[in-house]
């Protein structure tokens, strides 16, 4: 039998949150569990990491064949070989950047969670940077064997300074590209596109602050500058992430 | 249903930027000094650095309606951004032809890596490409968004890269402007003023243009959208 009642209104009592009985979450502990995850993901599969430096030897042994072996000497491309497969393969690492969380469909529950925007974004970068610093600690040894003629301890350790410098740079860029490449199509396009633009300023003063030390100049005046410009780059670029950060994944 | 002062603004700066633009071909082609180094070759710098420097304004008018977007989410100031970006796009390969240009005749070669400001642009025009690639990969509002923060990161790095050029490469470029002044005598800087201001006209006309027909689109679309529901 129709009825023509209305259908009782069923009442939902929905309290009110209670703001002061949220208990403020600071930043530090979040960041360390964020950047713990990442680490210890990868200790477990090891699958970005060996792919990368699989990618940066492949990377290599091209830049040998394409430009090493036309020169008796390549100490003067060490440099540029260096900077430009690190370039490469950080597009690896900031492609690969939420692809845990994308895979894993546990991206939702990260930006549900009671984290500040900006802690995401540093997590990533500190992420990235750790993949970078990993990297380096394989691909520079490995370049200055293979295309450096001579070069002392100490020039290694001042390379590797430089390399913590433009890594900062590097991960900054590299963790906003990734936050926007996350929620696009085509993020696999998208990020070398985004990415490597951005990051030349950072290559020139990477490249030429390493060939002032293993390029046989001992620039120290030219180190100086250059080190001088990819510090502004990382806080220019930490500057424009700090200005953005709330706006990537207000959503 | 567009905007009908929007339609007036653009003939009266369309005729303006016209007019100037003939007053600015005729006076760096019959009226200035030719230079005793260089000769007929040097008045392409009139239009070269008129256009680089407009080319610069307009990505600076993309960032700051950046961050006017991420202010106050109005999809007008999207438009106004996108379309300074595109007339950017625009300015920088002029750029890079008269550039070209200018390098042909001095070093008989089309391009040179050695000069920063050449190199800094075709960093740019990669920057910026990628904007348009990133809107395509977008959709609905975060499209506006991302493009808003993209304007404003992009902008910060474009003085990087030209000074990490600049830094990196030999002065191989005459220095027209330095921090002492215009390098030219002023008979050359009268009618590089009048270049600047009627590319910085031919910019604003274009950007209206523009703006005319992303309103008028904008409009077609709600026009449709609501005929779709009746």
């Known amino acids: 039998m129709a009825t023509s009642q209305t259908p009782p209104r069923l009442e939902i009592a929905v309290a009110e949150p209670e703001l002061a009985a949220v208990p403020r ?22 699958q970005t990491a060996i792919g990368m430096v699989l990618f940066a030897l492949v990377a290599m042994v091209i830049f040998q064949f394409a430009i090493g072996s036309r020169t008796d000497d390549a100490t003067p491309f060490a440099a540029g070989i260096i900077w430009a497969t690190v370039a490469l393969t950080a597009v690896l690492a900031v492609s690969r950047a939420w692809a845990a969380e994308r895979e894993g ?23 990235i940077f750790l993949y970078l610093l990993a990297l380096e600690i394989v691909v520079v040894p490995l370049a200055v064997l293979f295309f450096v003629e001579s070069a002392a301890a100490t020039d290694l350790a001042i390379v590797f300074g430089l390399c913590l410098l433009a890594n900062l740079a590097l991960a900054i860029v590299g963790s906003l590209v990734a936050s926007l490449a996350a929620f696009t199509r085509g993020r696999e396009l998208l990020v070398p596109a985004l990415f490597l633009p ?11 602050g390493t060939f002032s030390v293993l390029g046989g100049t001992d620039d120290m005046a030219e180190l100086r500058g250059y080190s001088l410009l990819l510090a502004g780059c990382a806080v220019v670029f930490g500057l424009v992430a700090y200005a953005t950060y709330e706006f990537v994944f207000d959503d | ?22 007053v600015s071909v005729f006076g760096i082609f019959l009226v200035a000094p030719e230079d005793a180094d260089q000769g007929i070759i040097q008045r392409i710098f009139y239009f070269h650095v008129a256009i680089a420097l407009t080319s610069f304004i307009a990505f600076l008018v993309a960032a700051i309606y950046g961050i006017v977007y991420l202010r106050t989410r109005k999809p007008e ?27 042909k005749a001095s070093w008989g070669t089309w391009w040179v890596w050695e000069d920063p400001r050449l190199a800094t642009f075709v960093i740019v025009l990669l920057l910026y490409g990628a904007y348009f690639l990133l809107r395509s990969s977008a959709d609905g509002e975060r499209q506006a968004r ?3 923060i993209f304007a404003i990161a992009a902008f910060a790095s474009v003085p990087l890269s030209f000074y990490s050029v600049r830094v990196a490469q030999s002065f191989v470029h005459p220095v ?6 215009a390098n030219m005598p002023s008979t050359m800087l009268v009618w590089f003023v009048v270049a600047q201001v009627a590319m910085l006209g031919l910019f604003w006309t274009l950007l209206q243009m523009e703006l005319v027909q992303r ?16």
């Open chain 1, 25 to 46: 979450v600071g930043w530090r502990g979040p960041l360390a569990a964020l950047v713990r995850k990442d680490v210890q993901l990868e200790l477990r599969t090891k």
């Open chain 1, 105 to 127: 469909r546990t991206i939702d529950g990260l930006l549900a969670a009671p984290v500040g925007r900006g802690v995401l974004l540093t997590a990533k970068a500190v992420s």
């Open chain 1, 198 to 208: 951005a990051i030349v300023p950072v290559l020139i003063a990477a490249a030429g």
């Open chain 2, 1 to 22: 249903m567009t905007n009908a002062r929007g339609t007036r603004l653009l003939a009266v700066t369309g005729t303006a930027t016209a007019l100037l633009l003939a």
């Open chain 2, 77 to 103: 100031y999207d438009r106004i951004g996108v379309a300074s970006v595109g007339l950017g796009l625009f300015f920088s390969i002029l750029v890079l032809i008269t550039g070209s240009i200018w390098a």
């Open chain 2, 146 to 148: 991302y493009s808003a």
């Open chain 2, 176 to 181: 027209v402007f330095t921090p002492s002044g």
């Open chain 2, 215 to 230: 309103r008028t689109d904008a409009a077609l679309k709600r026009l449709k959208a609501q005929l779709e529901v009746q």
